[in-house]
Every structure is written in C-alpha cells, then in structure tokens.
C-alpha cells in the first residue's frame, strides 16, 4: 500500500507541476485576452484541487483549495467558450451565474452531507461544454481548434464526469487509492497533452485558438489549386448560393468540387474566417441590412426578411444579426 501511497504521489506532484505551468502561462497573457484568463483561472484552480484533495497530506483540508476546487468545473466551461467563441455572455454572465451557484450550494448543502449536489451541477457543466464542442464541430474552420475539440476538451469533460461519478459512487468515505491512482493517471497524461499542445509547437507562434483576433491573417499562401476553390466560391457566393436555407460545409463542398477539408482552409486562410455559420451569415445579414434600410420596403416584416435571406426562424436571425451589428434588425431599421 505504501508503495501505491508513493506513486499517486508522484503522479500528483507532476499534474501540480503542470497545471501550474498552464495557470501561469495562461495569466501571464491574462490582461490582454479573456480566453487566457479563463485558461490561467482553469490551471490554478486544478492545481488546488490536486493540492487539497491529497491523501493524507491535510487532516482537514483548507478552505481556499477547497473553493478553487468548487469552481474548476466553471473555470473550464469558462474556457471552453471562449476557445470556441461562444460570444462574452459567458464570462459576463455564464462565469459570475455558475461560479455564485457552485459556491452556494457548497457553503450551504456540503456541511450537511449533500456534496452530491455539487457533483451533479459539476456533471452538467462538463455535459454542457461536450454538447458545444460536437455541435459545433463540423462549423469550426480553425483546423487546430477541431482537434482540440477532441483531444482536449471533450477529454476533459468526460474525465471531469468520471471523476464525479467516482466520487458519487464512494462518498463519503472516499474512493479507494487505486482508483485515485488511476483518475491522477489519467488527468497527468491529459495534462502533458495539453502542455505539447501549448508548447510542442515547431513555430514560435502560439495556438491559433489562443489568437482573440476575430480574422486573423492567414498563415500560409494558398496553392494554386486553393486559389481556383476560391475563384469558385466567390462565385457561388455571388450568385447567391449563401441564401439556400440549411447550407452546410460539406454541400458547399460538393458543390464546388473540392474537398471538405480544403474549403475550410480557403475560407480560414483565404479569406479570414473561424467559422462557417459565421461566414455565410455575414452575407445574410449584409443582405437583410440593405432592405431593413429600404424605405419603399418598410412593409416587410422582419420574419419575412429572415426567411428571404435563408434563415429558418426568426430567432437565429436575431442572434446573427446582433452579433454582427452589435443590435436588433428592428433597431437597424428604426435607425435607418
């Protein structure tokens, strides 16, 4: 036993070491980009959780490791939106909302045996962040970003959610040391993943789901053949293929010809774009911006303009709209 005692340890002390790293790298960038503030808050409050949670080093464990550890699932949802661009609700609203509900159901029902409460909060949380990352895969023109997607958070999360069962299924007493063996095991190797990720780089450029900027330039020259795909995007683009309602990457594709994976870098590389949805609704709202302006057609209802330009249903309409002028068509028109 002594010897198991010896090895979680060991484990224990290089996942400190490396969360640490990851928490100091991600403040050190901290003032100028969110996303790296949520991925320094994500590796201090890791590294408290493998502190506190120890065993046999505290009798009672310490009130501020005890927190941090509270909030790590929020941290890394917090992380988790920004690398995917999920908008500033998250940390305007997701963080503060999630982080208040961690810590006063921890205050208020752990004392009382009910630590189970927290867990499952912690399950839906980490539930949340795989549903973002699948639902948004196959949109994601970041070629890095998609495998991050896999390889990382999603990992992550279903660790997180293994973790939590683990500790619903032996509470209160605790999980046996092999199977804390086994969890530090697997959170290590995710960590050194992590750190390859951040720091394996062959280019002294940083990971490009690290770069805040909304079009970045792009990285390389396109090839020959890429400049004909986007000869012949700008075409279709023109001609109004972006109006077709559900229009998806891989139909695009086909379309032009060209594969999936090329498309995404032309429109990435090409022309500057993370995402799709993004991309083909810039020209739906660019569109619908010239008629909401239109005084000969005013009597057009907003719902009407939504579907002339290829949305569905009013409310992705809106939210597109807003998050590309910054407000309503309904106040664009009133403003016009």
């Not at 009672?60 to 941090?68: A, N």
């Not at 920004?82 to 205050?107: C, I, K, M, N, S």
């Not at 450029?205 to 020259?221: G, I, K, Q, T």
């Not at 209802?301 to 998050?323: C, K, M, Q, W, Y």
Request: hydrophobic share 50%.
């Amino acid at each position: 036993m002594s010897g198991l005692i010896a090895i979680e340890l060991l484990l224990r002390g290089a996942g400190i070491a490396l969360s640490l790293a990851i928490g100091l790298v991600g403040l050190a960038r901290a003032p100028r980009e969110p996303v790296s503030w949520a991925m320094g808050c994500t590796g201090v409050c890791l590294t408290a959780y493998l502190i506190g949670s120890a065993p046999g080093f505290f009798d009672v464990e310490p009130l501020s490791t005890r927190l941090l550890s509270a909030i790590f699932p929020v941290m890394i949802w917090w992380f988790a939106m920004e690398v995917f661009e999920q908008g500033d609700w998250p940390r305007r609203v997701g963080v503060p909302v999630l982080t208040g509900l961690q810590l006063l159901t921890y205050a208020t029902l752990v004392p009382y045996g009910l630590q189970a409460v927290c867990l499952v909060l912690a399950i839906l949380i980490y539930s949340h962040i795989i549903w973002v990352a699948v639902a948004g895969h196959s949109d994601d023109l970041v070629e890095e970003r998609r495998r991050l997607r896999w390889v990382i958070l999603v990992l992550a999360s279903v660790e997180g959610i293994l973790f939590a069962v683990v500790e619903l299924q032996f509470a209160p007493g605790g999980a046996p040391l092999w199977v804390g063996v086994m969890q530090t095991s697997a959170l290590v190797m995710l960590l050194m993943a992590t750190m390859v990720w951040l720091f394996g780089r062959r280019s002294a450029a940083r990971p490009a789901v690290l770069d805040e900027s909304p079009h970045p330039p792009a990285a390389e020259p396109l090839s020959a053949k890429e400049q004909a795909v986007l000869t012949r995007l700008e075409a279709a683009m023109e001609a109004g293929a972006w109006q077709r309602e559900g229009l998806t990457i891989g139909a695009l594709a086909e379309e032009l010809q060209t594969g999936e994976h090329r498309l995404r870098r032309v429109i990435n590389q090409g022309l500057g774009h993370r995402n799709f949805a993004q991309f083909i609704n810039g020209y739906r709202v660019r569109a619908a911006q010239e008629v909401l302006g239109d005084p000969a057609r005013a009597d057009r209802t907003v719902l009407e303009i939504a579907h002339a330009v290829g949305f569905a249903s009013l409310g992705p309409f809106n939210r597109a709209f807003r998050d590309i002028t910054g407000e309503s068509p309904s106040e664009f028109r009133a403003d016009s």
